[in-house]
């Protein structure tokens, strides 16, 4: 992974109620029972997060936990009540309107949970929206919209208005008009919740296939940790506004940082997510007759492993033996809850 | 007994005092029971406690000299608007029926309107729009021997002023009310006011700031329309998503930007619906504007109504109906249409809409210079039924004569006078009180407050008198607009047909310019409070319908299901479950009814009642702005006390029923 930071939140702080910035620059205790005894929401509280070029992190929690205020914090739609949040090394809160206006018009694309799209434009014309305020001729953007459409797959389409399309199609509208300007950074706010569960697998690896041509770096949101899995590189979760913990999932569910995490992870299906890494006896480097690399997922190997009669052993990415696994570690975590 | 008590305590704590008040009226002494005067307005002046019209009418004058930065009057100023607004008029007549004679240049032939009507009807909806279109212009090129062509023309022109005008105003208020909360809660009362003042309270200022004509109409018209466009601006702005906001926003607009490629368009629904409000007021306008000196249908339709020449202003009256339902039709039509796709090939194909249109407009030129009928239908191949109409409603009017006459006679002594002489011995301060304490119990003090002083302004004004005969006019209308309208909406929510039938007479029946119901209310009534209250009754019976179907058909089904479930009859469920949770929505009802009423007894008066109306009307011939201004505003807030106390009733009991927090 890259490490160069895109954002960086540092303290950032958003409650909703009467006056909330002499709250927070008061001696007051901060502590979460404190904020709500004072009648204030807390949306998102002292939240300390980066992004990386090129990853996709994904913000969960439950209904209200502030993702999206964090969302929106990050992008500046909503000014936090304390904190900076820095975008490529500049902080937010002190750039004028036009140079916000600038940044949002060459270098962040947001993905919205309803689709957001303008009803009395074509999918054309929503999709080349973003170019159009910035003053580019027709005959340009439209050949520029043309392509991204093309991209999420929404070729033959360009004339037809919102209202004609169904909820999936809708959002790869969404989708295009995000791309349409080439942002660095794309924003996802819940972008396949309102759809199907099959439509949104669909998507799923649709988002999947443009993420692995474009690498963008991407904050995405959902309550789905099934999405999350599939989708994530890191996931922060959150609980009442403050980030409980940021990990892969495979750190989130050997490592949870609290109950919470654990609680919230607990129905996850370990097979699908755990490596055989996780599993694997580091002491016994002995040569079996198998050898699988480490990297894999237990669920994708689970069968062979149960096939062979012996030990197995674990390789890294240069094949060498790192260590062995048992059938017995592997039953325990298919069948165990 | 105690039980008695704490089941209408609510009653009993407004209706003791009350009667207590009125019983002790003779042991009183006339202070008591009429607002006294005072010397306020220098002793011995007709002016009432409070000299208010004095007032207004020193401001008028003051205003009328007042010179703006040293350099012109007020006076000068608006002298110049309708300078402006007469040129820009000028110009409509020109295309509507004068022509440009020193250009050489004809007025519109009819069959081009008639054409482009159905070209537009067909394409904003289908062919029942296009052939309403084509009727009204065809209806009013062939019944066009009085001149009704023209003078419908006359009135398109000057709608095709005032209409942009007011719906360009309101819709400015309303971005601005939309983006500023300052200015929004400073508008809103405004609007409510400007709303509840009769028509004719406009007209007397309007003529002496603006003059009279049809340029004083246009701009009576354009003061009297915009409100609605305005509110429903803000409604529209203010109902744009989150989501689409921020996605503008995300997009980089600048904020003119968001606000015309995102924000207004998002809300064109709102907006289209405004200015189909406004040309509808604008409509309504078309015969009031005419007190004023505008030209037009309006003004020969007064005239007819005023000389008893029934037969010749139903004419004109269908054509006054048949331009607003079309105007009516027509923009509700453009505010529900939704872009569409354009279909490949040529430009024919691709704008069918537009190419045919300029056919119509080629080819329309194009007959008129073969055959003049295309321009005007000859005079001596026009019609007129007015001869036979006329025989028609004498013959009705004589056969009829003796039942009504004892119908009408009967209401008049049995009904309308007692009641009328109940309401005139109300002694004001029981009526201060009465509106008190109603307000007190639904809301608490300062709702108590504000209609208490609403009333006050009312006796301090010196209309006090005036004001209780009106308020006679509505309350028997509310009654019996009642006894048709809840009756009526619960026989037409009982299935989907029915209330389709009844929604659409009500859309019809509210679509007529009210001036319109004198018509059948003099023709069997004659002149007296019974025909004016006729015309109040037909046409103030659809709000309440409206709003008894709405809550009728609106109650969440399960609540129907349970009920079934556990046994209701029919009559039980709708007495004791659909009626009890429909109350709230007829209670709005009730109140919109009342504002119907309002309106309808202000013109009500120039059929000749006793009330406020006939002094605007004299307010009107003596262009007394600050008597016409004041007694607008009494009767505004007649209206605003009685919408101030339902709306809050309706409101508790939604609260009681759960529907609302
Ligand atoms: N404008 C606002 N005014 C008051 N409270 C708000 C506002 N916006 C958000 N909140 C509150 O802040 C908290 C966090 O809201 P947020 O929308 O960020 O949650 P979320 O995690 O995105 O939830 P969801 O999954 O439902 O979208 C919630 O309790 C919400 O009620
Ligand atoms: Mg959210």
Redesign the interface.
């Known amino acids: 992974m890259n490490s160069e930071k895109i954002i960086n939140c540092q303290n950032v702080w958003k409650l909703y109620g009467n006056n909330p910035e002499k709250f927070i620059n008061s001696s007051e205790d901060k502590s979460l029972e404190n904020i709500k005894k004072n009648n204030f929401i807390p949306a998102v509280r002292d939240a300390n997060i980066d992004v990386y070029k090129g990853e996709i992190l994904v913000i969960m929690g439950l209904s209200g936990s502030g993702k999206s205020t964090l969302l929106r914090c990050m992008s500046k739609l909503i000014d936090p009540t304390e904190g900076k949040v820095f975008f490529q090394g500049k902080s937010l809160t002190d750039l004028s309107q036009k140079e916000l206006i600038e940044i949002r018009r060459h270098k962040m694309g947001m993905v919205f949970q309803h689709f957001a799209l303008l009803p009395h434009r074509s999918v054309i014309q929503n999709v080349a929206f973003p170019l159009e305020v910035q003053g580019i001729d027709r005959e340009t953007r439209e050949e520029r919209a043309s392509k991204v459409i093309k991209l999420v797959g929404l070729e033959g389409r360009e004339k037809y208005y919102p209202r004609e399309l169904s909820g999936g199609q809708q959002q790869r509208v969404g989708l295009a008009r995000s791309l349409a300007v080439e942002p660095e950074v794309w924003f996802l706010d819940e972008p396949f919740s309102a759809l199907d569960p099959l439509i949104r697998k669909e998507m799923q690896n649709e988002f999947l296939k443009l993420q692995s041509m474009l690498h963008k770096t991407i904050v995405f949101i959902t309550h789905d940790f099934d999405e999350a899995i599939r989708l994530a590189d890191r996931i922060a979760i959150m609980y009442e506004g403050g980030i409980v913990q940021v990990g892969t999932a495979e750190q989130l569910i050997t490592n949870p940082a609290t109950d919470y995490v654990a609680e919230f992870t607990k129905d996850i299906p370990r097979a699908k997510l755990l490596t055989l890494n996780s599993l694997a006896d580091k002491s016994d480097v002995n040569e079996y007759s198998m050898r699988l690399s480490g990297s894999e997922k237990i669920i994708n190997v689970s069968a062979k492993i149960l096939k062979s009669e012996s030990n197995i052993s674990i390789t890294d990415s240069n094949n060498n033996i790192i260590g062995s696994i048992n059938k017995d570690k592997i039953i325990k975590i298919l069948f165990e809850k | 007994m105690p039980r008695f008590f704490s089941k209408y305590k609510n009653f009993l704590f407004v209706l003791v005092p009350f009667g207590f008040l009125w019983a002790i009226k003779p042991l009183m002494p006339s202070w008591f029971f009429i607002p006294p005067k005072s010397c306020l307005g220098g002793c011995g002046s007709i002016e009432g406690m409070i000299p208010f019209v004095g007032w207004i009418n020193t401001g008028i004058k003051f205003l009328k000299s007042y010179e703006i930065f040293g350099l012109f009057t007020f006076r000068e100023l608006t002298r110049s608007i309708s300078k402006g607004i007469d040129s820009v008029l000028n110009f409509t007549e020109a295309i509507f029926y004068n022509g440009f004679e020193n250009l050489g240049i004809e007025p519109l032939p009819w069959i081009m309107l008639f054409g482009l009507a159905i070209v537009y009807g067909l394409y904003l909806r289908g062919w029942r729009l296009a052939l309403l279109g084509g009727a009204c212009f065809f209806y009013l090129a062939l019944f066009s021997l009085r001149g009704i062509y023209e003078l419908s023309m006359e009135t398109l022109s000057a709608i095709a002023v005032s209409a942009p005008l007011s719906a360009l105003i309101g819709l400015l208020f309303g971005i601005v009310a939309a983006k500023r909360k300052r200015f929004h809660d400073a508008l809103w009362p405004v609007l409510n006011v400007l709303q509840s003042l009769p028509h004719f309270s406009y007209l007397i200022i309007v003529a002496i700031f603006f003059g009279v004509g049809s340029k004083a109409g246009v701009i009576a018209t354009i003061i009297f329309a915009f409100p609605p466009m305005t509110r429903l601006t803000i409604l529209g702005l203010k109902g744009v ?1 989150q ?2 906001k ?2 503008g ?6 904020k003119w ?1 968001m606000l015309f ?2 924000e207004i ?2 809300a ?1 629904s709102s907006i289209m619906l405004g200015i189909n409000q406004v040309i509808m007021q604008c409509l309504a306008m078309v015969v009031i504007a005419s007190f004023i000196g505008q030209k037009g249908l309006g003004h020969d339709l007064l005239a007819r109504l005023q000389n008893l020449r029934l037969g010749q202003a139903f004419e004109i009256g269908v054509a006054v109906v048949f331009i607003a339902i079309t105007l009516d039709r027509f923009s509700q039509a453009m505010a529900l249409k ?5 279909k490949e090939g040529n430009f024919f194909k691709r704008h069918p809409f537009i190419s045919s249109s300029i056919l119509v407009i080629l080819g329309s030129v194009i007959l008129t210079f073969i055959n003049p009928f295309a321009s005007r239908i000859p005079t001596e191949y026009t019609i007129s039924i007015s001869g036979q109409l006329n025989s028609m409603i004498k013959f009705i009017t004589t056969s009829l004569f003796n039942p009504l006459g004892a119908f009408r006679d009967f209401m008049l002594v049995y009904i309308l006078m007692p009641t009328k002489a109940a309401f005139q011995s109300l002694p004001w301060i029981a009526v201060i009180a009465f509106v008190g304490l109603i307000g007190y119990r639904l809301g608490k003090l300062r709702l108590a407050i504000t209609v208490m002083l609403f009333v006050f302004f009312i006796a301090a004004s010196g209309y006090w008198v005036r004001a209780l005969i009106t308020l006679y006019m509505v309350c028997v209308s509310l009654v019996i607009c009642a006894l048709i309208g809840i009756p009526l909406g619960i026989w037409a929510s009982k299935n989907d047909k029915r209330t389709k039938i009844v929604q659409n007479i009500c859309d019809t029946f509210q679509t007529f310019p009210s001036f319109i119901y004198l018509l059948p209310a003099v023709m069997l009534f004659q002149i007296s409070d019974v025909s004016a209250i006729f015309a109040i009754v037909i046409y103030s019976s659809i709000p309440i319908t409206r709003y008894t179907i709405f809550g009728l058909r609106n109650i969440p089904n399960h609540i129907i299901e349970a009920s079934i479930t556990s046994g209701c009859t029919e009559r039980q469920m709708l007495w004791k479950v659909k009626m009890p949770l429909a109350f709230p929505e007829i209670l709005l009802g009730l109140n919109q009814t009342l504002m119907f009423a309002l309106f309808m007894v202000m013109i009500a008066g120039f059929i000749g009642t006793v009330d406020l109306s006939q002094e605007i009307f004299r307010a009107l011939t003596f262009a007394d702005g600050g008597k016409g201004l004041i007694i607008g505003l009494c009767v505004a807030f007649i209206g605003l006390t009685a919408d101030r106390l339902l709306v809050a009733w309706s409101d508790l009991q939604k609260k009681k029923l759960g529907f609302i927090s």
Do not use: D, F, T
Request: aromatic share 0%.
């Open positions: 998503s989501e689409i921020e996605a926003i995300m997009a980089g607009c600048s930007q490629k995102v368009p998002s064109r939704e872009p569409e796709r354009l």
